[in-house]
């Protein structure tokens, strides 16, 4: 496993447990506006290499933590690109943690695999913009058949689940909230996350930030949609 970094407790997954959360290092969307692309970009990503941290290391601070800790959450940029990923959960599983999955849908296959095999209990999945539309936010070229296949598993298996969208000034209004519901149309909890606008890959990005005001009001307009839309800071 490629760990980047590791926040060894937080309370902000899980109101009332304890977490720890990984982050593994690379991804295989390229995000107008992400704001940690040094992580991602590949030419950027060897930077780390010398730095990352241990997968055994990480396993040994979990055995300290066994009476400590309630949930290992895995984390950005996306795990499902690491080849080992269903191993290490394995492991984190075989301490008896609970864990929880951030992923953006690229893999139905190895979601299905952890989930039949309840080696996941939670899945959070960003969706970016309509999945007809998503070249236009990721700006990579993939096939909508793997979020659609992904979205499908979900259901099947009735895992708890959120998912989370970054909303964008200029790019998000009712015509695109509502081309997404009917993407999934059967969700249950969405979390909105404004865009920052700071640091991000394509500086020629012409997205901006939503004022309060106006992310309240896009959430008014995603409620209409789904069972429960939160803001996220």
């Known amino acids: 496993m490629l760990i980047s970094w590791v926040r060894k407790t937080t309370l902000l997954d899980y109101p009332g447990k304890i977490a720890t959360i990984i982050f593994t290092l690379g991804c295989n969307f ?3 506006y992400c704001h940690n692309y040094e992580f991602v970009l ?3 990503v060897s930077q780390f290499m010398n730095d990352l941290i241990p997968e055994t290391a990480f396993i040994n601070f979990l055995k300290t933590r066994v009476w400590l800790l309630d949930w290992v959450v895995i984390s950005w940029w996306e795990p499902t690109v690491q080849k080992d990923l269903y191993d290490f959960i394995k492991k984190i599983k075989g301490l008896g943690f609970l864990v929880k999955l951030d992923t953006n849908w690229q893999d ?4 299905e695999r952890l989930i039949k095999e ?8 960003d969706i970016k913009y309509p999945f007809s539309k998503y070249k236009k936010i990721i700006w990579v070229d993939l096939p909508v058949e793997n979020f659609v296949k992904s979205k499908d598993i979900l259901l099947e ?5 959120e998912f989370r969208t970054t909303v964008v000034k200029w790019y998000f209004d009712e015509d695109v909230i509502k081309d997404i519901w ?6 249950k909890v969405w979390y909105l996350q404004n865009f920052e606008e700071k640091n991000i890959l394509n500086a020629g990005f012409d997205g901006k930030s939503f004022t309060t005001s106006e992310l309240n009001m896009l959430k008014g307009i995603w409620d209409k949609y789904v069972k429960e839309c939160n803001i996220r800071k």
């Open 118 to 125: 309840k080696l996941v209990d939670y899945v959070a999945m």
């Open 108 to 111: 139905p296959e190895l979601l």
């Open 42 to 44: 590949p030419e950027n």
């Open 30 to 32: 390229r995000c107008h």
């Open 157 to 161: 298996w009735k895992i708890d689940y």
């Open 182 to 187: 009917e993407d999934i149309n059967w969700a």
